[in-house]
Nanobody, 125 residues
């Protein structure tokens, strides 16, 4: 399985970005998909996750109401729409996949088996 994240860049505070993650090498629709981020000098933290069908999502409190995760199982793609960006959102963003049959919307990185390479988001003040 391979995950490829894209869409990062430099944006001013208050702006928006949309990250995408393409999945290949397995059955995408049977994976819970998650987004994580890691800021310089900090540990990787959970951003959000989406269920197989896309009907259920969970978010970290820090992004709730500003970020939205969606997926297109026909295109093997998951997206993270980020609005009202803040300088503290600056980080490398990673997509991750949990292929286990009993997968739930886990907030811990240990639940996810496959990881993308990350895409850098920089929010200037």
């Amino acid at each position: 399985v391979q995950l490829q994240a894209s869409g990062g860049g430099l944006v001013q505070a208050g702006g928006s970005l949309r990250l995408s993650c393409t999945y290949s090498g397995g059955t995408f629709s049977r994976n819970v998909m998650g987004w994580f981020r890691q800021a310089p000098g900090k540990e990787r933290e959970f951003v959000g996750a989406i269920s197989w069908s896309g009907s259920n999502t969970v978010y970290a409190d820090s992004v709730k109401g500003r970020f939205t995760i969606s997926r297109d199982n026909a295109k093997n793609m998951v997206s993270l729409q980020m609005n009202s960006l803040k300088p503290e959102d600056t980080a490398v963003y990673y997509c991750a996949a949990d292929p286990s049959p009993n997968a739930f919307l886990g907030r811990s990185s240990r639940f996810y088996t496959y990881w993308g390479q990350g895409t850098l988001v920089t929010v200037s003040s």
